[in-house]
């Protein structure tokens, strides 16, 4: 089904749409890019964002700071 979906899909964001996707304000995005959790890709002055990447980085478990693990016992958004 992913496959589907990325067929119909842009492949590649500018940052404001990507932040968007994100459910995520601009200052939000730009910490997260700053700090390597989302990687851009550069064509000449233009910064854009793949859609693989915005997919992979709203499935990853975390989502605090790095080194950190945020699904830890006490998380009520998860129940047993």
């Not at 859609?51 to 992979?56: A, H, N, Q, S, T």
């Amino acid at each position: 089904m992913n496959v589907l979906i990325l067929i119909f899909c842009r492949l590649l964001y500018k940052r404001e749409e990507a932040a968007e996707m994100l459910s995520i304000g601009l200052r939000k995005f730009d910490q997260l890019v700053a700090r390597g959790d989302l990687k851009p890709r550069r064509i000449d002055d233009c910064v854009r964002f793949y859609v693989v990447e915005l997919i992979r980085f709203a499935s990853l478990n975390s989502t605090g700071p790095k080194g950190t693990d945020n699904d830890a016992e006490g998380d009520d958004d998860h129940a047993a």
